[in-house]
């Protein structure tokens, strides 16, 4: 593991280091996966393990091939509810932090609410949103839209209340109305926050979409693998686990190359996600 | 431009129900530099705060009155020791913050001249990171000049630069901010001794009564009369600490 971990680690970086930082992130994220796969077959020919408790990676991989389409389709709907539930929990939680800057009255109804929110566990309520909401689409987008809600709102609000005070004193000096303050300065000071907040949105979201598909569903990954698993077609969950994992690292990124983009002055790190 | 009106601040500061330091009367040259010279801790800032309306931590007791008779407030423009240039905006954004904070469209114009005036005319589309520390000060004496208040408040805007960058930002700074009533806080008695028309100093016990030198602002730094100010301004300062 030494060659990985010889990057420097949370160190400031300009936005050339940070962009070569990234490419031997993916560097050694390759091979931490290959070393892992490695692992996982030397695992099957060493105990002899039956399949149907642990598939050697080559039969995942056939699996993977042959149910393509299958899993396709099944991925599409925990990629739709990912999406609705990424793309609504993070408009709730910015609104929220936005309101809880502007109005103390809002600060005094909804952090209680945020914090009791957090106090719940959220899976808690998967059965209740199944049982009010039935086996569709609605109760999976509500259950991803919960879980990043918080991290959102509480990420976003964090970054707004953290801006610069001389910057804020400069403003007062300037005659800055209240709006725009927040507008101008405010808000551009709490992207990088606030990307923090879609970062861990990210790896939420598929997580609270595949809980809700393990409580009651007729589709979607978290479904497929109950459904493979009760059939002891492990291979086949494995397969779907690999999709889903996929899926995950693939909205990260992607989510990262967005915070980048709302905050590129931002000095970056290389050790964080 | 014509010469910037006085001002005059009465009164004392409180901090939680005790006195800052005694009752001062702190009168800012019309058009020139007033330097506010002490230790750090005595409230320098916080003067500076009260002069330009801004929240001290404490309570301010008495009046501040500028001599044409309107407020202070809302006519000051502010430099700190931290450039206070937003991290995310280039160099010609930061100048023209003040008119998008107003609601008021930039005079883009001026802008540009302004900024050629400080020296960053080839930096007008960089960003703060970018830049070395004395050209993000150059950048703050920018959007200062944009701002076109007749007070300025200095709180120890050079003190972070280095030697010969802070000789340079003094000389830009006066020649720049000419016309404008200064208050300049800093715990430098050269720095005092170069740019004051009229330097106090402040200790617990009150504010000093001001010293003057001869000739007028700015001064050599190795100009006799300022080498002499300035080691009497440092014994003053460490016998009132």
Same mark, same amino acid.
Not at chain 1, 210 to 230: D, P, Q
Not at chain 1, 254 to 267: D, E, Q, T
Not at chain 2, 49 to 64: C, I, W, Y
């Given at each position: 593991?030494?060659?990985?971990?010889?990057?420097?680690?949370?160190?400031?970086v300009?936005?050339t280091?940070? *962009?070569?930082?990234? =490419?031997? &992130?993916?560097?050694? !994220? %390759?091979?931490?996966?290959a @070393?892992?796969v490695? #692992?996982?077959?030397?695992?099957?020919?060493?105990?002899d393990?039956?399949?149907?408790?642990?598939?050697?990676p080559?039969?995942v991989?056939?699996?993977?091939?042959t149910s393509?389409?299958?899993?396709?389709e099944?991925?599409?709907?925990? *990629?739709?509810?990912? =999406?609705? &539930?990424?793309?609504? !929990? %993070?408009?709730?939680?910015? @609104?929220t932090?936005? #309101?809880l800057?502007?109005s103390?009255?809002a600060?005094?109804?909804?952090?209680?609410?945020?914090?009791?929110?957090?106090?719940v566990p959220?899976?808690?309520?998967?059965?209740?949103?199944?049982?009010?909401?039935?086996?569709?689409?609605?109760?999976?987008?509500?259950?991803?839209?919960?879980?990043?809600?918080?991290?959102v709102?509480s990420?976003?609000?964090?970054?707004l209340?953290?801006?610069?005070?001389?910057?804020?004193?400069l403003?007062?000096?300037?005659?800055g109305?209240q709006?725009r303050?927040?507008?101008?300065?405010?808000?551009?000071?709490?992207l990088?926050?606030?990307?923090?907040?879609?970062?861990l949105a990210?790896?939420?979201?598929?997580?609270?979409?595949?809980i809700?598909?393990?409580v009651?569903?007729?589709s979607?990954?978290?479904?497929?693998?109950?459904?493979?698993?009760?059939?002891?077609?492990?291979?086949l969950?494995?397969?779907a686990?690999?999709?889903?994992?996929l899926?995950?690292?693939?909205?990260?990124?992607?989510?990262?190359?967005?915070?980048?983009?709302?905050?590129?002055?931002?000095?970056?790190?290389?050790g964080?996600? | 431009m014509?010469?910037a009106p006085?001002?005059?601040?009465?009164?004392?500061?409180?901090?939680?129900?005790?006195?800052?330091?005694?009752?001062i009367?702190?009168?800012?040259?019309?058009?020139g530099?007033?330097?506010?010279?002490?230790?750090?801790?005595?409230?320098?800032?916080?003067?500076?705060?009260?002069?330009a309306?801004?929240?001290?931590?404490?309570?301010f007791?008495?009046?501040?009155?500028a001599?044409?008779?309107?407020?202070?407030?809302?006519?000051?423009?502010?430099?700190a020791?931290?450039?206070?240039?937003?991290?995310w905006?280039?160099?010609?954004?930061?100048?023209?913050?003040?008119?998008?904070?107003?609601?008021?469209?930039?005079d883009?114009k001026r802008a540009e001249?302004?900024?050629?005036?400080?020296?960053?005319?080839?930096?007008?589309?960089?960003?703060?990171?970018e830049?070395s520390g004395?050209?993000?000060?150059?950048?703050?004496?920018?959007?200062?000049?944009?701002?076109?208040?007749p007070?300025?408040?200095?709180?120890?805007?050079?003190?972070?630069?280095?030697?010969?960058t802070?000789?340079?930002?003094?000389e830009?700074?006066?020649?720049?901010?000419?016309?404008?009533?200064?208050?300049?806080?800093?715990?430098?008695?050269?720095?005092?001794a170069?740019?004051?028309?009229r330097?106090h100093?402040?200790?617990?016990?009150?504010?000093s009564?001001?010293?003057?030198l001869?000739?007028p602002p700015?001064?050599?730094p190795?100009?006799p009369?300022?080498?002499?100010?300035?080691?009497?301004?440092l014994?003053?300062?460490?016998?009132?600490a």
């Amino acid at each position: 593991m030494s060659g990985v971990d010889a990057a420097p680690e949370a160190r400031p970086v300009g936005p050339t280091d940070g *962009a070569a930082a990234r =490419a031997r &992130g993916a560097l050694a !994220g %390759v091979v931490v996966v290959a @070393g892992l796969v490695a #692992l996982w077959q030397a695992v099957v020919w060493l105990t002899d393990v039956p399949p149907f408790i642990l598939p050697a990676p080559g039969r995942v991989a056939a699996t993977l091939w042959t149910s393509a389409p299958l899993l396709a389709e099944h991925a599409l709907v925990t *990629a739709t509810e990912v =999406a609705l &539930g990424l793309v609504i !929990g %993070v408009a709730l939680g910015v @609104g929220t932090a936005l #309101l809880l800057m502007v109005s103390s009255l809002a600060r005094r109804v909804f952090q209680p609410v945020m914090v009791f929110s957090q106090a719940v566990p959220v899976f808690a309520l998967a059965p209740l949103l199944t049982l009010w909401f039935g086996f569709g689409l609605l109760p999976k987008v509500l259950m991803a839209t919960l879980i990043i809600y918080f991290p959102v709102a509480s990420n976003f609000y964090d970054g707004l209340r953290r801006t610069d005070r001389g910057l804020l004193d400069l403003a007062r000096t300037m005659g800055g109305s209240q709006a725009r303050v927040l507008f101008h300065l405010r808000v551009p000071s709490a992207l990088p926050a606030l990307g923090s907040g879609l970062r861990l949105a990210a790896v939420y979201a598929p997580i609270g979409a595949v809980i809700s598909e393990w409580v009651g569903a007729s589709s979607g990954l978290g479904y497929l693998m109950i459904y493979a698993n009760a059939r002891t077609k492990i291979d086949l969950m494995f397969a779907a686990l690999m999709v889903l994992a996929l899926m995950t690292v693939a909205l990260h990124q992607a989510v990262s190359w967005l915070a980048r983009k709302l905050a590129g002055w931002a000095p970056e790190s290389t050790g964080g996600a | 431009m014509s010469t910037a009106p006085g001002a005059e601040l009465q009164g004392t500061i409180l901090f939680e129900g005790r006195p800052l330091f005694d009752d001062i009367e702190l009168a800012l040259v019309p058009g020139g530099w007033t330097c506010l010279l002490g230790p750090s801790g005595v409230g320098k800032s916080s003067i500076l705060r009260v002069f330009a309306g801004l929240d001290t931590g404490g309570s301010f007791r008495g009046r501040v009155t500028a001599a044409d008779g309107l407020p202070v407030a809302g006519r000051v423009a502010f430099m700190a020791q931290t450039d206070l240039l937003a991290p995310w905006a280039s160099v010609r954004r930061n100048v023209t913050l003040g008119a998008r904070l107003r609601g008021e469209r930039p005079d883009a114009k001026r802008a540009e001249r302004l900024i050629a005036r400080v020296g960053l005319a080839q930096a007008a589309e960089k960003r703060p990171a970018e830049l070395s520390g004395g050209m993000r000060q150059r950048a703050a004496l920018a959007r200062t000049l944009m701002e076109d208040r007749p007070f300025v408040l200095l709180d120890e805007p050079f003190s972070a630069l280095d030697a010969a960058t802070r000789a340079g930002m003094q000389e830009l700074a006066h020649e720049l901010l000419a016309g404008r009533t200064k208050l300049l806080i800093t715990h430098d008695p050269a720095e005092a001794a170069r740019l004051g028309d009229r330097i106090h100093l402040l200790s617990h016990g009150g504010l000093s009564a001001p010293v003057t030198l001869p000739s007028p602002p700015i001064r050599a730094p190795d100009a006799p009369e300022v080498l002499e100010a300035q080691a009497r301004l440092l014994s003053e300062m460490r016998s009132a600490a």
